[in-house]
């Protein structure tokens, strides 16, 4: 069965690539429903432009001025449960106006109480066109196992001046029942 977080995403990314428009985005509202930015407003002023491009998701370009403690563009999951030996994955077809490291994580939220899984791979752009891809083998301690939550990937941006373009992105998710993992066993 389909883990309910692939469809809920996919869709969140169908609308934004649906969508027709350049705009400064502004701080934790959506560009579409449950895809928005956020960053911290108290250490930093971000001006951000959001651009829609034919056959692309979204082209960002950033202008920061100060040291944000955070900087991410999230894509909300949806709710979903998840297991031990679960691989998680995201692919995604980007390019950059110069080279930069991304970091991921899934925030989880149940009950108002927020946790984080870390996915241990980053996501190194050169800034010409490619693929990348994060995958991670779910462990008994990810909390985000612990139950039935509701998921937002979160992609940490450069806190400094960059040009991001999201061609095209796909989360995904291999049920631990078919043995697969993301890396060896140590």
């Known amino acids: ?19 027709a428009y350049e705009a ?3 701080n934790d ?30 082209a960002i370009d950033a202008v920061v001025k100060g040291r944000p403690q955070w900087f991410s563009l999230n894509i909300n999951l949806g709710p ?16 950059a106006g110069a080279p930069m490291t991304l970091n991921l994580h899934i925030l989880s939220s149940q009950d108002g109480k927020l946790s984080q899984t870390g996915l ?10 490619q693929v990348v891809t994060s995958l991670h083998t779910l462990g008994p301690h990810d909390p985000i196992i612990a139950s039935q939550t ?19 992105m796909r989360f995904f998710v291999v049920d631990a029942a078919f043995g697969l993992r993301s890396a060896p066993e140590p």
């Not at 560009?31 to 998701?57: E, F, H, K, M």
């Not at 979903?80 to 390019?95: H, K, N, W, Y």
């Open 24 to 26: 400064v985005l502004e």
């Open 80 to 95: 979903g449960r998840f297991s031990t030996g679960d691989v998680i994955g995201f692919v995604m077809e980007t390019g």
């Open 150 to 168: 509701y998921h937002t990937l979160v992609i940490n941006l450069p806190a400094h001046d960059f040009r991001l373009d999201l061609r095209a």
């Open 29 to 58: 509202k959506h560009i579409v429903p449950d895809i928005y930015p956020a960053w911290d407003s108290t250490n930093a002023d971000v001006t951000l432009t959001g651009t829609s491009l034919v056959g692309q998701l979204l």
């Open 120 to 129: 241990p791979e980053k996501l190194d752009l050169s800034g010409d066109p």
């Open 1 to 19: 069965m389909t883990n309910p977080c692939v469809p809920f995403a996919a869709e969140a990314l169908g609308r934004l690539r649906g969508a």
